[in-house]
């Protein structure tokens, strides 16, 4: 039987009210627009600003500038995988896939854990396909972090971090990389732990430093979440973007992590497709029932043609890999020799695919101004240092630039940076 609300016969224009029952509702006050903004602001976002590297992407666009700013290849993603995500378009591949993720999709990152770390996650019960790792971070912090908990983050962080934190309603407690090399103090690492730390957030290979962490330094953090009760929430994005024979580690493969670590990766910089958002969350069944109930309500699942193309992705012959590295640290050599030869200060990156540098050579009071004056009239867009950073002054001589871009993006930036000197 159709039910009544579809049927013809009763349509909206059935229902008469005399128009004077509206009038007596119809109050016309007309509020200032500063009194809506306010009253309409919830706290939870009063606490943070918007992300200055997409705000970044979009003044490179204004003013026509070779964007450096936000992390993505300016060149085209893979044929296969193209293909690959045509072929399931055209297969009818275009309805919702399961929440968590279509089943091909998980398997093929199990198979691929295993290859690469030796590591077993059982699709049905520890895999969460979401919308690229930034999704999966916020469902793994939803899911575990309640008010009022602290959150361990190393500083300068990749910026979503923060809002993260906030949105969840958690204090951040910032631990300094210290440059050159990024170290971090243990006594100060130690010292921001409590019972009150729910969790640290771990990225390594690192955004937008280039560290990359050691065994021994992530033995000393996996052993500070075992005292403290705490987990480490990962996100290893640059996974396969190394240099100079660093070697990425997994914390949760270390002893006594495996239960007590969220994993949080995507396709965005492995297989340059930033714009599909296609990521993953691995985790012990317990967190990930828990991450799986946030993940369904925020956006029921990532894109199922390009989960489909995931499973191609997922399967690459381990060359692709090498060949990934390779290519990213002959154009790491190029941007540093570039940056350097025109008077930048690098900090040479170790991985991932970000150089961040000093600029006090060039005498700009501060990192905003020297982008703005980058950008305005040598038409090249960076981050400012200082959204890397939460304390005042933090970063405030440090810009970091981008290299995932085509050799001819990075010559076309060469002879801009030389019209600093
Ligand atoms: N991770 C990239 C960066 O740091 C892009 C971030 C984003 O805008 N999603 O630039």
Redesign the pocket.
């Known amino acids: 039987m159709i039910p009544s609300y579809l049927s013809t016969d009763n349509r909206a224009g059935d229902i008469h009210l005399p128009s004077a029952h509206f009038s007596k509702y119809a109050r016309r006050v007309s509020t200032p627009a500063t009194a809506i903004r306010n009253r309409f602001r919830s706290q939870r976002i009063s606490r943070f600003t918007e992300?200055v590297?997409?705000e970044m992407?979009r003044l490179a666009v204004r003013h026509g500038a070779i964007n450096l700013?936000?992390?993505?290849p300016d060149f085209p993603a893979p044929a296969d995988l193209k293909r690959a995500a045509a072929e399931a378009i055209d297969a009818d591949i275009n309805q919702y896939a399961i929440t968590w993720g279509a089943k091909p999709f998980r398997d093929a990152i199990a198979g691929k854990y295993k290859r690469t770390y030796g590591m077993e996650f059982d699709p049905e019960r520890e895999i969460t396909v979401c919308c690229?790792a930034?999704e999966g971070m916020v469902a793994s912090l939803l899911a575990v972090v309640d008010p009022g908990d602290e959150i361990v983050l190393f500083e300068p962080f990749?910026?979503?971090y923060g809002p993260d934190s906030q949105l969840c309603g958690a204090t951040p407690r910032y631990v300094t990389l210290h440059a050159p090399d990024w170290s971090f103090d243990p006594d100060e690492l130690r010292a921001a732990f409590s019972s009150r730390t729910k969790a640290i957030i771990l990225n390594s290979p690192n955004?937008?430093t280039g560290k990359v962490f050691t065994r021994q330094e992530l033995e000393f953090i996996a052993g500070l979440c075992q005292e403290f009760d705490a987990l480490a929430i990962t996100d290893e994005?640059y996974e396969h973007i190394l240099y100079d024979g660093a070697v990425h580690i997994p914390i949760m493969s270390l002893p006594g992590m495996r239960e007590r670590s969220i994993l949080v990766n995507s396709m965005?910089?492995t297989y340059s497709v930033?714009g599909w958002r296609v990521g993953w969350v691995l985790a012990a069944p317990d967190l990930t029932d828990s991450i799986r109930k946030v993940h369904d309500f925020l956006t029921v699942g990532a894109a199922a043609p390009l989960q489909q193309a995931g499973v191609q992705a997922l399967s690459m012959a381990g060359n692709y890999y090498e060949h990934l590295s390779t290519e990213y640290a002959a154009r790491r050599d190029h941007i540093v020799e570039s940056l350097q030869s025109a008077g930048f200060k690098c900090f040479l990156p170790h991985g991932a695919y970000?150089v961040m540098t000093d600029i006090s050579e060039f005498g700009f009071p501060d990192d905003s101004s020297f982008v703005r004056h980058l950008i305005t009239n040598l038409g090249i867009a960076a981050?400012p240092g200082s959204s890397f950073y939460a304390q005042a002054g933090g970063g405030s001589q440090q810009v970091r630039f981008?290299f995932c871009k085509k050799y001819e993006t990075l010559e076309l930036a060469r002879n801009q940076f030389l019209k600093l000197k």
């Open positions: 992300s590297i997409r992407t700013a936000q992390g993505f690229g930034t990749y910026e979503n955004n937008p994005i965005s910089k930033t970000y981050v981008c």
